[in-house]
């Protein structure tokens, strides 16, 4: 994918600024293949995980966006679907029945072309900063299409763009990529829903090793909604090791 739009905002109008004000520490960038499709899934702690990781990344991302960025009514409604639809993310209506045939089916048509796949195995944002459980999402498209999957931790990015907040905070970010899982393995366990969750589970230890978030084996869009009936946060299931960068 050669999209102007992205260039134009990587380039000019956003990256340049988000360089000098979160100063983004990058690690791992030659586990990105140079060509050819490939799964980047990523722990998720803000909003602007989708743009501090394209803004240093050489090729192109398409990510899967959730449809209220598209379909939010208002100005900043307009602004959020000008610019996700300009830049060729892929809108996914996460409370559809058929959510996740319609992610996988979207999914397998930007890795046929050969392009870079940004998912969120959390399948939302952190609500404390630790990494919860994965969903199996990512490792089914990893599955049906054979692209390698690759971890990608992204440190400190709530501190910069924290829940709530629209205007980027000074603080400085880290983007570390981890090597390839090969998806040969899992493929050969031949039952497809216990291929998935192995699949799932070895990407979040990755991620887990990679970010050092304390990690929580239930779902962060569960843990959310129990928030909203002020049940306390679970505890930590798996303590991590702390901010890999130091940052």
Same mark, same amino acid.
């Given at each position: 994918?050669?999209?102007?739009?992205?260039?134009?905002?990587?380039?000019?109008?956003?990256?340049?600024?988000?360089?000098?004000?979160?100063?983004?520490?990058?690690?791992?960038?030659?586990?990105?293949?140079?060509?050819?499709?490939?799964?980047?899934?990523?722990?998720?702690?803000?909003?602007?995980?989708?743009?501090?990781?394209?803004?240093?990344?050489?090729?192109?991302?398409?990510?899967?966006?959730?449809?209220?960025?598209?379909?939010?009514?208002?100005?900043?409604?307009?602004?959020?679907?000008?610019?996700?639809?300009?830049?060729?993310?892929?809108?996914?209506? $996460?409370?559809?029945?058929? !959510?996740?045939? #319609?992610? @996988?089916?979207?999914? %397998?048509?930007? =890795?046929?072309?050969? +392009?870079?796949?940004?998912?969120?195995?959390e399948g939302t944002r952190s609500p404390d900063g630790r990494l919860y459980r994965g969903k199996t999402g990512v490792a089914r498209v990893a599955l049906a299409s054979g692209a390698d999957l690759i971890p990608v931790a992204m440190v400190n990015t709530d501190k910069a763009n924290?829940?709530?907040?629209?205007?980027?905070?000074?603080?400085?970010?880290?983007?570390?990529?981890?090597?390839?899982?090969?998806?040969?393995?899992?493929?050969?366990?031949?039952?497809? $829903?216990?291929?998935?969750? !192995?699949?799932? #589970?070895? @990407?979040?230890?990755? %991620?887990?090793? =990679?970010?050092?978030? +304390?990690?929580?084996?239930?779902?962060?869009?569960?843990?959310?909604?129990?928030?909203?009936?002020?049940?306390?946060?679970?505890?930590?299931?798996?303590?991590?090791?702390?901010?890999?960068?130091?940052?």
């Amino acid at each position: 994918m050669n999209n102007r739009w992205y260039k134009f905002f990587k380039h000019i109008l956003i990256g340049p600024f988000l360089r000098l004000w979160n100063r983004p520490v990058y690690v791992g960038a030659e586990n990105i293949p140079a060509t050819g499709s490939a799964i980047m899934a990523s722990n998720h702690l803000a909003v602007m995980d989708s743009f501090y990781f394209p803004l240093v990344c050489d090729r192109q991302l398409t990510f899967l966006a959730k449809q209220e960025y598209f379909t939010t009514p208002g100005f900043v409604g307009a602004v959020q679907k000008f610019f996700f639809t300009s830049v060729g993310q892929v809108p996914i209506d $996460r409370t559809s029945k058929d !959510a996740s045939a #319609d992610a @996988l089916r979207a999914g %397998l048509k930007v =890795l046929e072309r050969g +392009d870079l796949l940004g998912m969120y195995p959390e399948g939302t944002r952190s609500p404390d900063g630790r990494l919860y459980r994965g969903k199996t999402g990512v490792a089914r498209v990893a599955l049906a299409s054979g692209a390698d999957l690759i971890p990608v931790a992204m440190v400190n990015t709530d501190k910069a763009n924290p829940i709530g907040s629209w205007i980027p905070r000074p603080a400085k970010v880290g983007i570390i990529v981890g090597k390839p899982i090969k998806v040969d393995p899992y493929l050969a366990i031949g039952d497809t $829903r216990k291929a998935a969750r !192995a699949l799932t #589970d070895r @990407l979040m230890l990755e %991620l887990q090793q =990679l970010s050092g978030q +304390d990690y929580v084996d239930q779902y962060a869009a569960d843990v959310k909604k129990a928030q909203a009936d002020d049940v306390p946060l679970p505890p930590t299931d798996r303590p991590g090791s702390g901010n890999p960068l130091g940052i």
